[in-house]
């Protein structure tokens, strides 16, 4: 400890000395003078600089592109299973950059921890239907404390695509169809990580919507479209986490690479928005050397993917003939040191390690996501919650003898006792479908005190005739989704749907309970009274499960996306161009690009899609039952201190305490104008007959059109309308309120 405190004061006495003979030095606040250069109180710009002075050409390159596979560095001993690994400067104090996925907990890749005990926390897409922030910043602080005392100080975590494409493999990773609720919440859970001292990323920026052809997708979109939605929600979520890196996605934009775009890169977030952190290129998705340098790529990660290590030897050779300049190197560097400072990584690898992490208190907050994110879609006759003294309950399926399943590929989370059988395989990872150790049977068992049995319904003639005679049944319907592939339809594969079918058939007491990693048709929904959405609910998962179908706990949790009623209801009924997905993974075919048109449903993603072509779909964004019920009355809308604000008096009308989540929703009639948007919502809990006035800002980004000559959210003088409801399906209360013209930012 001593000796550390020692060094470190000779390097703040070296960095500062040499500062001071700089030729030139940064603008340096004067009182900063007699401070040591190591202290956290000095700005992370000017921390980062002093560093920048300080170290050499080869130290420099070395942080720019992974040109070795991690497990083959000796130095990765101590932290097995990084995806990527960058040497440390001990000369200036700076510990290597070990990176690692992500956001729905540590992986363990390649197994290379044995018995590492990792929570798995629920999907993005079950956070996201908690529609709840706070909970987001809290699932994100067990990912990062679990990941720093792990030795990681990277988290290539916080997915904040738009869930544009139903069927896309990677939903799970990603929170919803909506840009405010996507922008919070991804938001909170990086701002959650990086309260651990560790720099998350948000990634895939930006329109990495589907899975299939990935690599030579090109997601087709006018900007202004972009702007007020793929865009918007990174932008909300850059603004509320400041994560200290930006992962680009594998696909183009427009015909550009992602890893290559200068306008996504260079204008949009380092311009407009201003960015002061590096960004990073997804495994094997760079394409170049001085087109991604110049377009604001700052680091290649995964270069042993590529076909050459751009950022390597090339680099250096297009600075050398003048072709990058030099100041750009420095650039890049400087991002990464001050994104390193400003999370508090550089001083926290100086302290020793004091993050014991505590796992049971970790499974509690994994359960308290699922129990706020499962949804009740459906519960007719009240059928639900379970009385825990029926004499004979059947579960069936989805091996929930064992546990809940997870999705597959670099984020999957695989705590020991973790049932693994077959899923596909691409890219060398999601070949496990992985069913975390929380077994819905037993969590059942111990909340009933009658006969709880099981069949794996394989064979449903078997299934149903057990069912006949049991009192309840819950089938357990499962959706397996990996990264690297779509789904191949909406439909629950295999023969569930059959044996969904055939068991309601036979007893009109059926419950279905979905895991699933997106929405899902449900041809048998009339014939079911009670359907509960678990998603993918993690390492809880099936006592969450078991204490909603009982009322111990009161399901709170909304749609973050629509569900179809088919597939014919969505902008694009059939997916891609099936050459596509025949090349699916893979380097790119030269000129196999294939283009997206997302301009056909542009900015109106999901339930705004289904809004503009007045469809009625099987289930609305924003939907969710309880077993209380809930009455909206009294909205405003009001101008205070130049916020709009939206105010409504929400009362439990029901017999049971509940959380509801009133939203609201603005649109602006007119041909100019847009559909409803939710511009603001909130989570109440109230006591039976309990009512609370509740008041929810409106973003004002929400109100605006993207107006693309002047670079900015424009909102046009004009009548807007505010709707206040449960979900995007009713507006329960209406107000209409004039607004002047205002611009509301880039
Ligand atoms: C995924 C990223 C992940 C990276 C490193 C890629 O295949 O797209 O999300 O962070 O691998 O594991």
Known sequence: MDRLKRRAGAMSLTIFLSLAAAPTRPQADPSLEHRPWQGPEVSPDLRAESIVRQMTEDEKFSWLSQLLPVPSLPSASSQPGAAAYYQPI??????????????????????????DDATALPSSLLLGATFDPALAREAGVVVGSEARARGFNVQLAGGADLIREPRGGRSFEYVSEDPLLTGLIAGQ????IQSQHLVSTVKHFAVNAQENGRVMASS????????????????????????????????LVNGEYASESDFLINRVLKRDWGYAGWVMSDWGSTHSTEKAV?????????????????????????????????????????????????????????KPASNAVDPPAHRLVARKVAESGIVLLKNAGDL?????????ILVIGAHADMGVISGGGSSSVTPPGSLRLPGSNLMGFGTEKVYHPSSPLSAIRSEASGVVSYVDGTDVAAAAQRAHDADV????????????LDAAGLALP????????????????TIVVLETGGPVTMPWLDKVPAVLEAWYPGSAGGEAIASTLFGKVNPAGRLPLTFPMDEGQLPRPTQSDPALMASSPGRPIKGGIVRIPYDVEGSDVGYRWFARQ??????????????????????????????LLASLTVTNVGKQPGTDTPQIYVSLPGPAGFVPRLAAFGRVRLEPGESRRVTLPIESRLLARYDVARGLFHIAAADYVFDAGEDAGEAILRMSLHLDAADAGK
């Open 189 to 192: 859970s990086v701002a959650g």
């Open 90 to 115: 001990p000369r200036l104090n700076i510990p290597a950059r070990i990176e690692n996925d992500a956001g729905l907990g540590v992986t363990n890749r390649g197994d290379t921890r044995p018995g």
């Open 220 to 251: 087709d979109l006018r900007e202004e479209a972009l702007r007020e939605a793929d865009l918007l929600a990174f932008e909300i979520a850059i603004e509320v986490g400041q994560p200290g890196s930006v992962m680009t996605g594998y696909n």
């Open 494 to 509: 295999g023969h569930q749907n059959e044996l969904i079918e055939a068991i309601a058939t036979v007893n009109p007491r």
């Open 614 to 643: 007045g469809l009625n779909p099987l289930f609305h964004f924003g939907f969710g039952l309880s077993y209380t019920r809930f009455a909206l009355s009294d909205l405003s809308v009001e101008r205070r201190e130049g916020a």
């Open 473 to 484: 049944v819950i089938v357990f319907a499962e959706e397996w989704r990996t990264e690297a």
């Open 384 to 392: 639900l919650p379970l009385s825990p003294d029926a004499r004979h």
């Open 294 to 350: 110049l377009s604001g790529l700052d680091v290649q990660s995964g270069a042993m993917l590529d076909p050459a290590p751009y950022f390597g030897r090339p680099l250096q050779d297009a600075v050398a003939a003048g072709r990058v300049p030099r100041a750009r190197i420095d650039d890049m560097v400087r991002r990464i040191l001050r994104s390193l400072f400003a999370t508090g990584v550089i001083d926290a690898a100086q």
